[in-house]
């Protein structure tokens, strides 16, 4: 969830409507947020789904759809302005300007509340995407210039403070600097923007103080910066949508040769038989575009289709069914009427879960102990440690070096689990039921999950009769006929490793690891394991 604060009286003085405190926090709750009113003060929770809705301008624009009030009017225009340049470390950037603002308390609040939520959402900690506000007119010159330079070529006054410093020096000493510095790790330089007189921003880390916003600031520059073309250009519509419905024009940005805000309305079609599936209801064409309009939304109808045209500012619409869910949202869920289902069955466990279950108690039975680790794991763990080589589906943007990839098998987490857990007695007897993820290109997602069962074992006397034991002694109480075979597999100890064969299908495999894997993880006693495809037994 987010939670956003605003002053009652400014939303009030935006919506241009008298409503109580219960008539305000019926609006909001319509609109997938749950507000308290403490005085003047509204603080609101909403999630993270509407970026929109992030600031007090962007709540007043929706409710006046939801009301059926007219959204303030904006004049567009194209400014002389032109951005050109590059950067290798912050790819993509669009600009755009609000002129004729009046700058009071509540906007500067606002500025700030909508700049500090998009770069914890969307931007990703300004990762993905940062936002730089400035004084328009003290920039210099009508062309500015995007580009990347040498950490220590160029100074700058940064914001708040009163003495020039270097990139690097920023980095290093400046409050803002040290915080985002990671951002620029393993980047020999970085990005800045400059206009005549020289740098107005260091993306994603400080602006300069030249261009600072104060209170007789009249003209906006915005400067938005990131690694993904698309949030990008939507942060800027949405930036430039919601400080618009409070004061200003806005005005369009050369950047590159193509103007910027691109302010783009996608179209959805849908049909009335679709919506009334999904909904459950029996809705006109006409219920449906009224529906719509208190979400925003302009529409047009054809053949029995209507088009749904999404306002320029709604990241959020991926799909016709986020369409309908607004559908119901305009037409309100508590006017839903709940309906008995016309066919009754009788809920139960499925063959899956009862066998699961019946494994889970062997296992304890057996005196094993359950754990439960981490789906994603990192190529070292899942692949080198253990003496081979494999694909895996890896993430795009991972958080750290340690959670990298999905993991293919189970008996890595078990001995990592093992290794951190050296000062526990001794046998040490551990299992998991957890899911691998593999690559499939035959599935829609190009991947397919797995359920599997592991267990492993260290002590002393640790030996390949004792775990191929406990392998058949679960086999024989789920009541599986099975066969086992010999294996060469490289995490394991040659001849001290079997495979597990149920109806001429590979379902597993059992062995003794090699201690050359036990050195990789830092085990210092024999280990053995078994790894069981779940989904293999279940047929």
Not at 176 to 193: I, Q, S
Request: glycine fraction near 6%.
């Amino acid at each position: 969830m987010v939670s956003i604060e605003f002053s009652k009286s400014d939303f009030l003085t935006l919506l241009g409507k008298e409503l109580s405190d219960l008539e305000i926090k019926e609006v909001l709750f319509n609109l997938k947020s749950e507000a308290e009113i403490d005085g003047d003060q509204i603080k609101c929770e909403l999630t993270p789904d509407r970026p929109d809705l992030l600031s007090v301008e962007g709540m007043v624009k929706a409710a006046k759809h939801y009301l059926g009030l007219e959204p303030r009017k904006v004049e567009i225009h194209d400014t002389r302005l032109k951005a050109e340049g590059s950067s290798e470390v912050r790819p993509y950037f669009v600009c755009a300007t609000l002129e004729g603002i009046t700058l009071t308390d509540d906007l500067v609040k606002s500025l700030m509340q909508i700049q500090e939520k998009i770069h914890a959402t969307i931007g990703r900690n300004r990762k993905k995407v940062a936002i730089g506000v400035h004084d328009l007119d003290k920039i210099s010159g009508t062309v500015i210039t995007y580009t990347d330079v040498d950490p220590e070529e160029i100074k700058f006054v940064p914001l708040m403070k009163s003495q020039e410093m270097n990139l690097k020096q920023i980095l290093e000493n400046h409050e803002k600097g040290k915080e985002y510095a990671h951002l620029l790790d393993n980047f020999k330089k970085y990005p800045v923007f400059l206009d005549k007189e020289g740098v107005i921003s260091f993306p994603p880390i400080i602006n300069s103080e030249r261009t600072k916003v104060t209170p007789e600031t009249k003209n906006l520059f915005l400067d938005i910066t990131g690694t993904d073309k698309k949030a990008v250009e939507q942060v800027l519509n949405i930036f430039i949508s919601n400080i618009s419905e409070r004061c200003g024009k806005i005005g369009r940005v050369s950047v590159n040769g193509e103007k910027y805000p691109r302010m783009i309305e996608e179209k959805y079609k849908i049909t009335k038989d679709y919506v009334n599936e999904i909904l459950g209801l029996d809705l006109k064409e006409e219920n449906i575009i009224e529906c719509l309009s208190k979400l925003g939304y302009k529409t047009k109808t054809k053949n029995n289709e209507i088009e749904v045209i999404v306002p320029y500012y709604r990241a959020d619409i991926l799909h016709e069914i986020d369409i309908i869910e607004d559908i119901a949202i305009g037409y309100g869920y508590n006017n839903i009427e709940p309906k008995m289902p016309e066919l009754f069955t009788i809920g139960g466990l499925s063959e899956m879960t009862k066998l699961i279950r019946k494994m889970r108690e062997t296992m304890i039975g057996l005196g094993f102990q359950e754990i439960s680790t981490f789906v994603l794991t990192n190529k070292e763990t899942n692949f080198t440690k253990m003496g081979i080589e494999g694909e895996a589906v890896e993430l795009l943007n991972p958080v750290s070096k340690e959670y990298t990839i999905c993991r293919t098998w189970l008996i890595p987490s078990l001995l990592k689990f093992l290794s951190n857990n050296l000062h526990v007695d001794y046998p040490q007897k551990i299992f998991e039921v957890g899911d691998v993820v593999l690559i499939d290109e035959s599935q829609e997602t190009s991947t397919k999950t797995i359920r599997k069962l592991a267990g492993a074992i260290t002590y002393d006397n640790a030996n390949l009769t004792e775990i191929k034991s406990i392998v058949e002694s679960i086999l024989k109480y789920i009541g599986k006929e099975y066969e086992i075979k010999s294996l060469q597999h490289p995490s394991f100890i040659n001849t001290r490793v079997g495979e597990i064969i149920i109806d001429n299908v590979k379902v597993g495999f059992f062995g003794e690891i090699h201690p050359s894997v036990l050195t990789s993880f830092g085990l210092e006693r024999p280990v053995i394991v078994f790894e069981i495809n779940i989904e293999g037994l279940y047929g």
